[in-house]
């Protein structure tokens, strides 16, 4: 394993980080780690990049122990963190040399490629930058020495979505190579176009750990169907539709299951007047909340 957690737990005094998180990640994989905001998703990563101590648990990097021998680690680990903080008098090309001289080498035939497939002038100084073209530093200095374990926050916030296409074909690239990627992320599609297994923390607790495709399997979509007048909710008490609720001429409810479930739903409105309808795939977060409602239940990785 590449990376693993051994009922793993951080108080701040009195307030909990995270508690017993107890988590593998396998060679090669890519793992997106989920949570709504204060879950403790930024509290896992600084403790996996020895950042902070634990209150109590352990952490094991390449199946060495992070605490013991944490600088030996750090150059094999490439991080993006959330809240991204630059030298913005500096060039990229600057932050690069420095960040490189850091780390003993440089590989500017790589870092160059990595800028032009980004669209990033490494010329210009950080603090003029946008948003988006900070970010792109920010990953260029985390791909640059070529890691062997990738651990990213929201990588792609601000980016366009062209440079967020290339930056999943590095994704890809780096998985090919044998490369692990451990990726904090809220966006669905991402999550899905990138990642082998999810695991959601809420409350400072791992609920779930569950392969994509299985996901993907019992996917969620909530639907809102306004008629041009009352339908009976009975009407679609239908397999797979769950949380019914009638407002005068709209019904509001969630449909889980694969495409013939949806198929069915589509068919029994066809039934009646519709005068509008509205469809949203619910966000991974929600499709783990909706699974694992109960507090504190754990599903091993």
């Known amino acids: 394993m590449i990376i693993e957690t051994e009922e793993l737990t951080k108080y701040y005094g009195r307030v909990r980080g995270i508690v ?13 780690y989920l949570g709504p905001n204060g879950a403790g998703k930024t509290t896992t990563i600084r403790l996996l990049l020895d950042l902070i101590r634990p209150t109590r648990g352990q952490v094991r990097l390449f199946g060495q122990e992070v605490r013991n ?38 590989d500017w035939a790589w870092i160059d490629e990595l800028a032009a497939r980004l669209d990033l002038d490494l010329t210009r100084r950080i603090g003029s930058l946008s948003h988006g073209n900070k970010q792109k530093v ?25 440079i967020q296409q290339e930056f999943y074909r590095l ?28 695991g959601i923390i809420r409350e400072g607790r791992l609920v779930a750990v569950e392969e994509v495709a299985e996901l993907k399997r019992k996917r969620l979509r909530q639907m809102e ?13 239908l397999p797979g539709v769950h949380g019914l609720v009638q407002e005068n001429n709209t019904l509001r409810f969630r449909v889980e299951g694969g495409p013939g479930v949806l198929d069915r739903v589509i068919k029994q409105a066809a039934q009646f007047a519709v005068e509008d309808l509205n469809y949203q795939q619910m966000t991974l977060e929600d499709i783990f909340l909706a699974y694992y409602r109960k507090e504190g239940e754990h599903v091993p990785a």
Do not use: M, Y
């Not at 017993?20 to 997106?32: H, I, K, N, P, Y």
């Not at 680690?73 to 850091?102: C, D, M, Q, Y």
């Not at 890691?147 to 062209?162: A, M, S, Y």
């Open 20 to 32: 017993d998180l107890t988590l593998s990640v396998r060679q090669g994989e890519v793992f997106g």
């Open 69 to 106: 021998h944490a600088a030996a680690l750090k150059a094999r680990i490439g991080n993006l963190p959330g809240e991204l903080s630059l030298w913005e008098n500096l060039t990229g090309k600057e932050l690069l040399t420095f960040v490189g001289h850091l780390r003993g080498h440089l």
């Open 138 to 162: 920010g990953l260029i200095q985390a791909f640059a020495h070529k890691p062997e374990l990738l651990i990213l926050d929201e990588p792609t916030i601000g980016l366009d979505p062209l």
């Open 171 to 198: 994704i890809d690239e780096f998985k090919a190579q044998g490369c692990t990627v451990f990726l904090s992320s809220h966006i669905l599609p991402e999550v899905e176009r990138v990642c082998d297994r999810v």
């Open 225 to 237: 169907i306004t008629f041009a007048s009352p339908v009976p909710a009975s009407a679609f008490d």
